[in-house]
């Protein structure tokens, strides 16, 4: 019996080892192992694709010395009202880089997309944002994951999503939508301005917001993140919060979720990166890029 009990074990072992093996290559793209048509564009200049059968333009950043075996982490970057996907990329308008995120990732771990968000009539008297009217700007977010994914190497069980503002609503909105696709968002000083369909599942939350916002208060802030608390089946809790004035920020760390949350209140307006007093850098860019890259890739 002790023989027969070995090799059912031994037989477990490698089942499971197997299957591990089974959902790590299923995690990898289709575009692992090919020679990768994005690489050949640099990043100043935009790439487009018709959804809806309208015209949507995008840049994509690839990693320096970019393995077409290697499966990156896959990050969306959403401009802000009357922002341009061209801001971001080259950090203009109060934006870093992509968010500032590839200086934190000394190891080049992620591939990057921003996207152009649609002129609408009703965005203040006609401006670019999220409106995802009819959820065609979600439907854009889909297209882009699958061009992207057959082009380029990416760990499909890592895609991400951040934004401020008008982007911040725009995570958000994948937050509720598509929470199965993504891993996790980071909401800079967002609203609920592109929508919220289901948004009754569980995903990992990270939302930071200025106690002083005069554009889009801290309590549309902190309303998105109870949805998320909720949904993550963490022990409620009142965060603390810094004083007017102070010029500080503090971060909360939720307990008891199946995904986390992470809460960071800061004493300022709607500002994208905001500094502590004195501070040279910004919190914005260090803190989200931590809290993306705590899910390891295996």
């Not at 299957?19 to 994005?38: E, F, H, I, M």
């Not at 082009?151 to 725009?170: K, N, P, Q, V, W």
């Not at 996790?184 to 609920?192: D, F």
Request: with cysteine; glycine share 10%.
């Amino acid at each position: 019996m002790k023989r027969l009990s070995n090799l059912s074990a031994a037989l477990s072992a490698l089942t499971l080892s197997s299957l591990s093996a089974v959902a790590s290559a299923a995690a990898r793209s289709t575009g692992c192992g090919k020679d990768p048509a994005l690489l050949t564009s640099p990043t100043t200049t935009p790439y487009t694709v018709t959804v809806n059968s309208k015209a949507r333009e995008f840049y994509v950043r690839l990693p320096e010395g970019y393995d077409r075996d290697r499966a990156y982490r896959l990050v969306f970057t959403f401009h802000a009202l009357g922002g341009r996907a061209a801001e971001v990329v080259a950090g203009e308008s109060g934006y870093l880089p992509w968010y500032g995120l590839p200086a934190q990732d000394p190891d080049e771990s992620a591939v990057y997309v921003a996207a152009q968000g649609l002129v609408n009539e009703n965005d203040f008297g006609g401006t670019t944002g999220w409106a995802n009217v009819g959820g065609e700007d979600v439907a854009l977010v889909d297209a882009l994951v699958d061009l992207v994914e057959a082009d380029l190497c990416i760990d499909s069980e890592h895609r991400y999503s951040t934004g401020f503002s008008y982007g911040g609503a725009m995570s958000y909105a994948l937050a509720c939508e598509r929470s199965a696709e993504f891993r996790a968002v980071a909401v800079l000083s967002g609203g609920p301005m592109s929508g919220c369909v289901g948004g009754n599942e569980p995903i990992a939350y990270y939302g930071q917001h200025g106690l002083s916002d005069q554009v889009l208060p801290v309590d549309l802030g902190r309303d998105l993140r109870d949805r998320f608390v909720r949904n993550n089946g963490c022990t409620p809790q009142e965060p603390e919060e810094p004083a007017v004035g102070s010029g500080t920020h503090v971060k909360t760390e939720y307990e008891g979720c199946t995904h986390p949350v992470t809460w960071i209140a800061f004493d300022g307006d709607h500002v994208s990166q905001p500094k502590d007093a004195g501070a040279s850098q910004t919190f914005a860019a260090e803190e989200t890029w931590a809290f993306f890259s705590q899910f390891t890739q295996t």
